[in-house]
């Protein structure tokens, strides 16, 4: 089945710093979502690319997806201490329909230390 | 809106016994998940429904059991709970339809022990 690997597990940043999660799936992609979880909280939906290269940006946030629509990245430029959390992509092989075909990576855990 | 609404939000069960989880959505949405997140790990389907009157196995649905009777809401079963099922529970729903297609809309979660 469809695997979506995601690295690293933990990070941990200076407060300032930058941060960046990869995300890599072994099949090709019709779309790939990013959702951030707070400590104690719940997944919630950051973006979504559609698009081959597909480059989107979110105040110090900047996604892409890949070329091969297999690979996506997530990049925090100067970190804050609201930053920390556990980031997860979704890659969907379903173009149309629901998120049954949504499979999360295990996430990357943001800690900043101030 | 409320969005996503789950209860309880807290539960221990002894090995053996059975509970309901409960999820109501006023989003009108057409689908509707129940997804599984063991410490430090990410999301795994466990059931997912369509529409009212349908619903389908997701990734680990062993040990629960789902109905969905109305848009709004879509309970999960545990049978004879197990320490294996002690995780947080969330469930979801998302819309087919407009912009937002696919985005999926999480409720606050059920942290669930079994004892």
């Known amino acids: 089945g469809q695997q979506v690997m995601q690295i690293p597990q933990y990070q941990h940043v200076q407060e300032g710093e930058d941060f960046t999660t990869y995300c890599n799936s072994s099949t090709t992609l019709s779309n790939i979502q990013w959702y951030k979880q707070r400590p104690g909280g719940h997944p919630v939906f950051l973006i979504q690319?559609?698009?081959?290269?597909e480059v989107k940006k979110q105040k110090r946030l900047t996604f892409q997806f890949g070329e091969a629509k297999k690979n996506s990245s997530l990049h925090i430029t100067a970190t804050q201490t609201t930053d920390v959390g556990t980031y997860f992509c979704a890659g969907n092989r379903y173009s149309g329909g629901g998120a049954d075909g949504l499979t999360f990576g295990k996430g990357t855990h943001l800690i900043i230390q101030p | 809106n409320a969005g996503v609404t789950q209860t309880p939000k807290f539960r221990i069960l002894k090995i053996g016994q059975s509970m309901t989880l409960q999820c109501t959505q006023d989003?009108?949405?057409?689908?509707m998940y129940w997804y599984r997140q063991d410490p430090g790990m990410g999301l795994k389907l466990i059931y997912y429904s369509v529409g009212a009157g349908i619903t389908d196995k997701g990734e680990v649905p062993n040990g629960y059991n789902v109905s969905r009777s109305t848009t709004e809401d879509f309970p999960l079963r545990l049978e004879l709970a197990a320490p294996s099922q002690t995780s947080v529970y969330f469930c979801?729903?998302?819309?087919?339809?407009?912009?937002?297609?696919?985005?999926?809309?999480f409720g606050e979660g059920s942290w669930l022990t079994v004892v």
């Open positions: 989003m009108n949405h057409n689908y």
């Open positions: 979801a729903s998302s819309s087919t339809q407009g912009s937002s297609g696919n985005t999926i809309y």
């Open positions: 690319l559609v698009k081959s290269g």
